[in-house]
């Protein structure tokens, strides 16, 4: 299954999920549909490209480095978009990162080792969880020993700032996600992220989480597919949801803002 494929399938992922978490049922829709990649998106997308060796041709198309406000630069530009298509366009400067970044991840004994032992690359399952249609999209895998690896770019992978950034990211959840999807009990699996710094010195830090991290990010994955049930159940009921409800919020101020 391709790309485009796996994003046209109507299933609940993990993405969804989180949104859900973050904030609501209401957000998550909407992102669903209207979501535009970032800059940063892209170079993600491009160094899993790469780093997972998937046929980057077709996925990636490198922009050519134009004056698109003359006549000729933006002649040249068009050309290059109505060729490259659907693919992520990355700029001539990102590709140098992208090339960098690939380079650490394999002088890194032990992403090089995970990456090695994987047996499959951008693997994509298809499966049912409360009588829902779920897909989940998975860096590498090794099925054989249950094995679970996801690749994040950051701007520091060092262990206080990345625990800081997996916790209000959800990885936890994502990979929990990731587990139950190749039907694997949270206790059998072995979930790692290789962080990569996506400035120089392009710094790279292996990470594996323990059982209670996914045992927490399966509640959590557990209680957004509840909530997206009871938002589709509302919305086909009244046509309309409300992300933080219809009363009145009491607010406080959180305990760092009291100066007294």
Not at 91 to 97: E, G, I, N, P, V
Not at 122 to 151: L, M, N, P, Q, W
Request: charged share 30%; aromatic share 8%.
């Amino acid at each position: 299954m391709n790309d485009q494929e796996y994003f046209a399938l109507d299933a609940i992922n993990a993405t969804l999920l989180k949104d859900i978490i973050k904030q609501s049922p209401v957000h998550a829709q909407v992102r669903r549909t209207v979501d535009k990649p970032t800059p940063q998106m892209k170079l993600g997308t491009a160094v899993h490209a790469a780093i997972l060796d998937t046929n980057w041709d077709d996925a990636i198309a490198v922009a050519p480095d134009v004056d698109r406000r003359t006549k000729a630069g933006k002649a040249e530009y068009a050309e290059f978009e109505e060729k490259s298509g659907n693919k992520t366009v990355i700029t001539a400067d990102q590709l140098k990162l992208v090339n960098q970044m690939h380079s650490v991840v394999f002088d890194h004994p032990e992403a090089k080792r995970l990456l090695g032992n994987c047996t499959d690359s951008e693997h994509v399952r298809v499966f049912e969880y409360g009588g829902e249609k779920c897909k989940a999209k998975i860096d590498a895998v090794d099925r054989s020993r249950g094995t679970i690896v996801d690749i994040k770019t950051t701007a520091d992978a060092s262990p206080q700032a990345f625990a800081k950034q997996s916790a209000n990211y959800l990885y936890h959840m994502q990979l929990a996600w990731y587990a139950k999807s190749v039907g694997r009990e949270l206790s059998d699996v072995d979930a790692y992220i290789i962080a990569i710094e996506n400035t120089p010195p392009h710094a790279v830090a292996v990470y594996i989480f323990d059982a209670e991290a996914l045992r927490v990010g399966w509640h959590l994955c557990k209680r957004a597919v509840r909530e997206w049930q009871q938002y589709k159940l509302d919305h086909k009921l009244n046509d309309k949801s409300l992300a933080y409800g219809d009363d009145i919020h009491d607010l406080y101020l959180p305990p760092w803002a009291d100066r007294e």
